[in-house]
């Protein structure tokens, strides 16, 4: 069988995203003066979620990274406080995709930690972590969440093993993974998950990828090809292919995709240049894209995935001056989708220790909401618990819509009312005051609507208090229908979470100037 050769050159065909262009963020919006780590290991070295913004940074005696609030732009103070238990470097860093105060780390001391950050960010250095995960023998160089099960987390390490583990154990310090895969024979590059999570695909430096059942380690296929050593691997969604970017037996670098239910024969490969950078593939199974970035390089290219050949198409390439060391990816919950953003990067350049943030924007006219480039995507409520992904259940995302307003964010709004992790404290505890009473007045109201409307006497004088929306506090009388009732409800609700974040950002702001007032005062010479 003959191996297809990939035209990846500008092929001018129909698509809703041809004219897809790269936009990035002016100085103003970036993040300046963060000591990017100078670690050699070929990861993003940076993690986003739509609150916190996480890098991997210097740091002398031991590992650390930083932890800022998405909108703390502009100069970052260099005495910012950190994360910093690890004894050594850290090498890799990832969100919990159903808590956004929640991330893992790993590091060359071969622990994995996991950590709750503050909803009000990193004020003081953070040394104690929830869990301490204890197996790898060697340092430990990749971690992955699993995609639709709560608390479960992957990683490996130069040990060869990739380890599983479950974060619902109440122990702080957990010293044995729920399963060790040990089917490899050497470094484990790259991981990737399918939808559901069932299936797990690995590019190892021993040249082979490997496709896996995630829970037993079972190979379910293996490909050894000796014109192609993959450092990246990516499972594409549901197209059922396999997406690896690595060297050819000439070392060039190659794009290369696999039909995953025959590994023998690649579907397609293709050369692309000389240049030396690892390429960082990146894939949006909503729009089909698929991003590369070139370590050391400024380009980003972009395609289009189809299940017909050519397969990949070429769309076009956003070029800047600027390197990248590594690459940060916002999740689709939290893009501007008021300005047809449907993906976003967070650059790394070392060489002016910048965080440059990259926006995919799709050129519309229209200002209204485009329906068919936000299609339901994956949300941030897990759909299984760990035990029932554990006891051999699988299941596809939960999937939320991203229209402004949309109800189905609900979990995200207890989330944002202080949630802690594993569910550890209540979230009554953490709502405000304002909140309850509403929700105390609107049972009362629905509780004596019918006597109300029996009596049929005049309404008392309304009692009227503005939002910030238009709206009125529910301090008038009451809607005519339970169903309107409820709704003026979930409003309110919303609009208390606005104000809340509202204030929690500022809150983070005047902190920010104290410390910065702080440190002037520090450096002024004493008379």
């Known amino acids: 069988m003959t191996v297809s050769k990939m035209t990846w050159r500008p092929q001018y065909r129909s698509s809703k995203f041809r004219h897809v262009f790269g936009k990035a963020a002016t100085k ?15 990861n993003g070295f940076c993690a986003v979620n739509p609150r916190f913004l996480a890098i991997i940074t210097e740091c002398a005696g031991g590992g650390a990274f930083m932890v800022l609030s998405l909108h703390h732009m502009g100069k970052v103070d260099a005495q910012h406080p950190r994360v910093s238990g690890h004894r050594g470097n850290v090498l890799d860093i990832k969100w919990n995709p159903f808590n956004d105060y929640c991330i893992a780390s790993c590091s060359e001391d071969t622990t994995v930690k996991v950590w709750e950050i503050p909803p009000h960010g990193v004020l003081k250095n953070i040394t104690v972590p929830w869990k301490e995960l204890q197996g790898h023998s060697r340092r430990v160089g990749i971690i992955e969440w699993h995609p639709t099960a709560n608390n479960i987390l992957f990683s490996t390490g130069y040990d060869y093993k990739v380890m599983i583990w479950n974060l ?21 590059l790259s991981m990737s998950f399918n939808t559901d999570g069932s299936l797990l695909a690995t590019a190892c430096k021993d040249k082979k990828i490997r496709l896996l059942e995630c829970r037993s380690g079972t190979i379910l296929q293996e490909a050894s090809c000796k014109t192609h050593k993959a450092n990246k691997v990516l499972i594409l969604g549901n197209l059922k292919m396999l997406f690896t970017s690595g060297t050819s037996r000439w070392n060039d670098r190659q794009l290369v995709l696999w039909n995953m239910d025959d590994l023998s024969v690649p579907l397609i490969q293709e050369n692309l240049d000389s240049s030396s950078g690892v390429l960082f593939p990146f894939y949006d199974p909503d729009t089909h894209m698929l991003y590369i970035a070139g370590k050391g390089e400024g380009t980003i290219r972009y395609y289009e995935i189809s299940t017909e050949k050519p397969y990949i198409h070429y769309l076009t390439e956003h070029r800047s001056y600027l390197p990248q060391k590594g690459m940060g990816v916002m999740p689709k919950r939290g893009l501007d989708v008021s300005a047809c953003e449907v993906f976003r990067f967070y650059k790394l350049v070392t060489i002016k220790s910048l965080i440059e943030p990259i926006s995919m924007i799709v050129p519309r006219r229209s200002e209204s909401y485009q329906e068919d480039i936000y299609p339901m995507t994956a949300g941030n409520k897990p759909a299984l618990t760990a035990e029932e992904w554990l006891s051999g259940i699988n299941k596809d995302p939960v999937l939320m819509s991203l229209k402004p307003g949309s109800q189905i964010l609900d979990s995200y709004s207890e989330l944002s009312l202080g949630k802690g992790l594993g569910n550890l404290l209540d979230t009554r505890r953490s709502q405000s005051r304002p909140g309850m009473l509403q929700l105390a007045y609107i049972q009362d109201q629905l509780s004596t609507k019918e006597g109300k409307e029996d ?7 309304k009692t009227q208090t503005p939002l910030s929306n238009g709206d009125d506090l529910t301090l008038c009388s009451p809607p005519k229908t339970e169903n309107e009732l ?13 104000l809340r974040e509202l204030l929690t950002q500022r809150d983070v702001r005047i902190k920010q100037l104290e410390l910065e007032m702080k440190n002037l005062r520090n450096s002024q010479p004493q008379s």
């Open 486 to 498: 409820r709704l003026k409800f979930h409003k309110q609700q919303e609009e208390i979470r606005r």
């Open 28 to 42: 103003e919006n970036c993040y300046d003066g963060v000591p990017i780590t100078r670690s050699v290991q070929d």
């Open 455 to 461: 009596s049929g006497g005049p309404e008392d004088q």
């Open 168 to 188: 619902d154990y109440p122990e702080q310090v957990i010293k044995n993974p729920v399963r060790t895969v040990g089917v490899h024979t050497d470094v484990v």
